[in-house]
């Protein structure tokens, strides 16, 4: 069987396919797929998370985006949307991204695991993260299960940790931290 060709993209000529496109897309060495859409879970969660994080930095210097905010990893060249991104000070904009609407410099980022992506979120993407210098902390939230993975810079190395039910995680990165608990609360019981 043959391969199809995949066409090769700059990171301008991505921005200005997102700028187009009704789907979101990550971008990687030239190469740009179609993220998958989340459920009502992936998404009540990082909302719950959203929202915990957004009333603690109330009058603070940081701010709290959604999936709708673009992250380059500099170092690797990724462009991704994490679930939630939190930015500290001002925000630091890509330069080659010449609509100015993605950030180099998150200090929090949050990926709600899908079964489609945990693997890619665990593993490469992860790896990919480790490499923004800004980044203090990675939360891998499950789906699956109640647990919140904490993966901390720790001067020139990355340390791990879980909570899970009845657990707190403490972001002492921005100053926050999360009840376990809220963060899967389903007020509609489903």
């Not at 980044?135 to 919140?148: M, S």
């Amino acid at each position: 069987m043959v391969q199809p060709a995949r066409q090769y993209f700059e990171f301008a000529d991505y921005v200005a396919l997102e700028e187009r496109s009704t789907v979101k897309h990550e971008y990687l060495r030239g190469l740009v797929w179609a993220m998958a859409g989340g459920s009502p879970d992936h998404a009540r969660i990082a909302t719950n998370i959203s929202t915990a994080l957004g009333n603690q930095l109330a009058g603070k210097r940081c701010a709290v985006f959604g999936s709708d905010l673009r992250v380059r990893v500099k170092a690797t060249g990724l462009g991704t949307y994490p679930d939630v991104t939190v930015v500290c000070g001002a925000l630091d904009l890509d330069p080659e991204d010449p609509k100015r609407h993605t950030i180099v410099n998150p200090r929090v980022v949050v990926e709600v695991l899908s079964p489609s992506t945990e693997e890619y979120d665990r593993g490469e993407k992860l790896e990919h993260y480790r490499q923004v210098p800004s980044l203090e902390v990675v939360l891998l939230v499950a789906q699956a299960e109640t647990r919140i993975e904490v993966h901390r810079r720790a001067g020139d190395r990355w340390v791990s940790e879980s909570a899970t039910t009845g657990g707190v995680v403490e972001l002492a990165a921005i100053g926050c931290r999360l009840d376990v608990d809220a963060v899967y609360r389903d007020p509609l019981g489903s």
